[in-house]
């Protein structure tokens, strides 16, 4: 079981949390497949991008895609623990869920 303890960059803002887990765990991604992975509308998403780079949290750069388009990808600056155990992930499950 794999254990990870994810980061809290902002308290009063779940949103923001949500961002920076999901970068953690999926790796560096553009507005639309993040949106996608969230359920965000990309407007709402890509303020909280602004304000997370601003301070540091997330950090984003121009790159090409297959179809030889530009997109900016956006990656954490966050580091987290996270300790292998075995194949699967913990996340916040009750006791009774854990297998």
Same mark, same amino acid.
């Given at each position: 079981?794999?254990?990870?303890?994810?980061? /809290?960059? %902002?308290?009063? %803002?779940?949103?923001?949390? +949500?961002?920076? =887990?999901?970068?953690?765990?999926?790796? *560096?991604?553009?507005?639309? =497949?993040?949106?996608?992975? +969230?359920?965000?509308?990309?407007?709402?998403?890509?303020?909280?991008?602004?304000?997370?780079?601003? $301070?540091?949290?997330?950090?984003?750069?121009?790159?090409?895609?297959?179809?030889?388009?530009?997109?900016? /990808?956006? $990656?954490?600056?966050?580091?987290?623990?996270?300790? %292998? +155990?075995?194949? =699967?992930?913990?996340?916040?499950? $009750? *006791?009774?869920?854990?297998?």
């Amino acid at each position: 079981m794999k254990t990870i303890s994810l980061p /809290f960059v %902002c308290p009063s %803002c779940e949103t923001k949390n +949500l961002i920076v =887990q999901w970068l953690l765990i999926w790796g *560096p991604a553009y507005l639309t =497949q993040i949106a996608k992975g +969230l359920g965000l509308d990309r407007s709402t998403l890509a303020y909280h991008l602004g304000e997370l780079e601003r $301070k540091e949290y997330v950090e984003s750069s121009y790159r090409l895609l297959d179809s030889n388009k530009a997109a900016r /990808f956006y $990656k954490t600056k966050v580091s987290t623990e996270i300790k %292998c +155990l075995n194949e =699967q992930v913990t996340r916040d499950a $009750k *006791p009774e869920e854990k297998r």
